[in-house]
């Protein structure tokens, strides 16, 4: 281990391990005090040990030194039962001192395995302690076999296999769940909680939510804080899992109940048990457009945990101001959403903690998106650039992964300037940099580069590079289901089709817009766009009317699925308009489910018509705009043009959470 890590990394891993273990369990504590031990005997650790030691609560581990052959470290505490307990002493009369002694010493073999990453072998132990010793009435040899089985299960979600380590979680439960000894129960309590979590990686959400709640039914009352910290973890994972179930109300009201249970307490474990509830919140708040009571939510969280020196705490409050940020974006107070952002960077840019600079980049990345809407592309394109600089030597996935978005983002600014050159830089940076990576990001960031390419070279007359780009995405991730690839390809089919109009090519326009129709059933915005480019190339070749008039109505009955309306959508509107003429336009806009949304054109049409419509002020002073649009429009139209496409969306600026 020493040989892959430095010692001040030696020396993170170690704290993060101390911190990490003041919310485990009794048996998965001790792991933590084990493999500790063993990791303060290192010489390399040993500017850092008095350090270390004073983290740690007292009694945690105790290390005579470097050159220490053993550690004294301290195993699952019996939360109650003593060692001159009549049960515990009647057990050890019959099976003697030495069984404890030899389970103690193959978990502790264990514990080096799972600290080594080598979780074949931990099971291989595990098995070894069950068969050993799994029939023992001895609760200070059973607490190992307890403990073993944990170990096993967290070697199994390593190794991928939740339906094994469930197996393993239910094992647990039928040894120990009848138990009256506290420190078998204190497994038990542990291994519901982790059940819960291995049945939402199997997408089981309803099971999880049931084991959620037997922890709070069995334990709810529990005094001891082993207890406790499961009560408090099940609360936040049920409301993590009605979340996923598309419960967001129910998810509030779990997170809800561990705030109001836990607020007054001191405890380390349950304090930060708390800010991932109050993150919880604040996220699902935003999803629910209620981004006032999510900035709320984050104010509360910073309020309770701000001025703490505790660096899980620490990590929670950054991952809240960031999250804090992205509502106040939502609330349309971007000065503020700034300010937060910036916050983050003040506050944490320095940190050499992998998660503290992980929230700084995602603060960056929101700095970017905010100035980006407010029309300020340069200051956006320094922003991205800044998450380049400060990160592009990273080697920590998460952080590389912000490195390819920044530069997607980076590209889509640059367009925005009419910078289609240095847009070009930017995109192919992202696939030379990040082409081969295959987690969902890398391939999502590659994608919408991809299209960013296509787009900035349509931009600069080249149609056969940009339809070669998009023919790229649509081959490399025209298979994929996840929806942002399907987005991606999605946009490229629409950047192919629009190519194709420009290249008088409208036949092959027409069927490319179809395929976009039909695979996209489920986005709105690329039906709606794709019905548009198909109705022009009809009107472009000079086909079909009653064809065409099909595709203006789908767009009509899709622009209640938009929310709000567009310029560009209005623009194609008009060109329609002038295309089918007022009278019929007007009636294909009153068969819509779109009138309400669509008065000031309305209006404009009827009184092109002869009509005198009654209408609001604000909604007159618009419609006499609309009216001198299609007159203009008319005018400069010799022949039956189509009107022009609906911009093709490219790279989605969007705020990012941690």
Known sequence: MEACYSPPEMKDISARMVHDAAGLGAEMRSLHQIALASLMKLPSLAEYRDELLEMMPAGFVAVSGPDSATADVAGPTAAGVQPDDDKVKAARERTGESA?????????????LHAQTRPKAVLAASDEMVRRFGDSEDPGVLKWVAAALATKGAALRVLNRPQDALTVYDEVIRRFGKSEIPVLLESVASALVNKACALGALHRLEDAVVA?????????????????????????????????????????????????????????ALLETMANAFLSKGIVLGALQRPGDAVVACDELVRRFGESEVPVLLESVAKDVVNKGAALHALNRPEDALAACDEVVRRFGESESPVLLESVAHALMNTGTVLHALNRPEAAVAAYDEVVRRFEESETTVLLETVARAFVHKGAALGLLSRPEDALTASDEVVRRFGEGETPVFLEEVANALVNRGAALDALNRPEDALAAYDEVIRRFGDREAPALSMSVGVALLGTADIEVKELQYEKAAETATRVIERQKEVPAQRFQGHALRAKAILARGGDRPACELDVAAVLALLPELGPISRDAVDVLMHFSVALGPQRMRELIQASPSPHLLLPLTTALERELGLEPRVAREVDEVAQDVQQTLAELRANRTSQGPPPAIAISTARTRSSRP
């Open 212 to 268: 959620c709640e037997e922890v709070v039914c069995r334990f709810g009352k529990a005094e001891v804080p082993i207890f406790l910290e499961s009560v408090a973890k099940a609360l936040v994972n049920k409301g993590t899992a009605l979340g996923a179930l598309n419960r967001p109300r129910d998810a509030l009201a779990a997170w809800d109940a561990m705030i109001r249970r836990f607020e007054a307490s001191d405890n380390p």
């Open 100 to 112: 404890g002694k030899a389970a103690r010493e193959l978990f502790e073999s264990m514990a080096t």
